[in-house]
């Protein structure tokens, strides 16, 4: 990098070594985000399609929508990386594509985690509270709480605004990155600037982007197993095997990057100056391809083990096909009109 104090966004653009086990350490990676991007798009998708339109408004529906629409605009974004990846973090889609693409990754994966823990939490509340919830818990309140989630993702990306910028390293490579050069006089204060944002970037992301919503959720379906097994709300075991599925996936595909993210910022200043701890800029796009996978995870564990979509599902293609070759042009009566809402054991019932 120039002089101008860049700093890569996603570590080193070369790895440590030409090993295979380097090579595959970069293939990998590739891969997995390719399936990603085709489950992602085609199941969050089917996920939008029938929570947004073959489904009645319900508290439950607002909340698969907005999770189907953070995880889908985020994997539309996926070939834009995955190319990039491939070119060992060469940028060749100009500076609107770096801004453009790297806020709406940003909004849409603190968004994502924010509604998963959203989530958690509306549950809980069903379950813990049912009589308050029968009676406040409306789709009115839902579509408005439900923006403070995309308000803090949204805060949480202005470092993407301010800092993240096209850079040419003198020999025509085009890197995608953050850039301190106009922040300060000398390379000394770009430099204290470029540690100070970093780290304080770093922290943030770990504790309110991770730690914070992982013990909601934790804490949240904690309660919610007790509960159903201290009272026999709920006869089957499914409900307890959905919860643990969900708060384990969700854990075991973030957390070794969150880790790795972790260790860079606490390591910052030995990995710039003294090129210690290499390892980890070679296991970040490992272990961030594993975070990303969990966007297309979701409509699966959130959605399709729930009854209520799975049947609306089955039943919605049928009756779509039959429409658009029905010769009738009588518009029929939409399956999924308003109803009343459901109760509260009857959406946990639903998941």
Request: charged share 15%; glycine share 6%; proline share 4%.
């Amino acid at each position: 990098m120039e002089n101008n104090l860049s700093i890569p966004l996603n570590g080193s653009e070369e790895m440590l070594h030409e090993s295979a086990g380097y090579k595959v350490l970069h293939i990998l990676p590739l891969v997995v985000l390719g399936i990603t991007f085709v489950l992602g798009i085609l199941g969050n998708g089917l996920v939008i399609w029938v929570a947004g339109f073959r489904m009645a408004r319900t508290v439950t529906t607002i909340c698969y929508l907005n999770l189907a629409l953070a995880d889908f605009s985020f994997t539309a974004t996926l070939p834009f990386l995955i190319v990039s990846m491939a070119m060992r973090e060469l940028w060749p889609f100009g500076w609107f594509l770096c801004k453009v693409v790297h806020i709406v990754v940003d909004i849409n994966l603190f968004g994502s985690v924010f509604l998963i823990a959203f989530i958690a939490l509306d549950r809980c509340i069903c379950v813990l509270h049912p009589v308050w919830a029968q009676n406040h818990r409306t789709v009115s309140l839902a579509s408005k709480v439900i923006i403070g989630p995309w308000i803090l993702a949204l805060i949480l990306t202005l470092p993407v605004f301010i800092f993240l910028t096209t850079v040419n390293d003198g020999t025509g490579n085009i890197y995608c990155t953050f850039n301190f050069a106009s922040w300060g006089n000398s390379i000394e204060e770009r430099l204290k600037v470029a540690i100070t944002m970093l780290t304080a970037r770093g922290i943030i992301r770990f504790i309110i982007g991770f730690s914070m919503p992982m013990s909601i959720v934790a804490i949240c379906y904690g309660l919610i197993a007790a509960k159903i097994h201290k009272k026999g709300m709920i006869k089957s075991s499914r409900p307890l095997r959905v919860l643990t599925a969900v708060v384990a996936s969700f854990f075991l595909c973030w957390f070794p990057f969150q880790l790795i993210a972790l260790l860079g910022t606490v390591w910052l200043k030995e990995m710039l100056f003294e090129g210690k701890y290499k390892i980890l800029d070679v296991l970040v796009n490992p272990t961030s391809s594993l975070a990303f996978f969990n966007s297309c995870l979701n409509p699966m564990l959130y959605v399709f083990m729930g009854q209520d979509f799975r049947e609306r599902l089955i039943h919605s293609l049928p009756a779509s096909l039959e429409r658009a070759l029905s010769e009738d042009v009588t518009q029929t009566t939409d399956t999924t009109a308003k109803s009343a809402l459901p109760s509260a054991e009857a959406e946990l019932q639903a998941m």
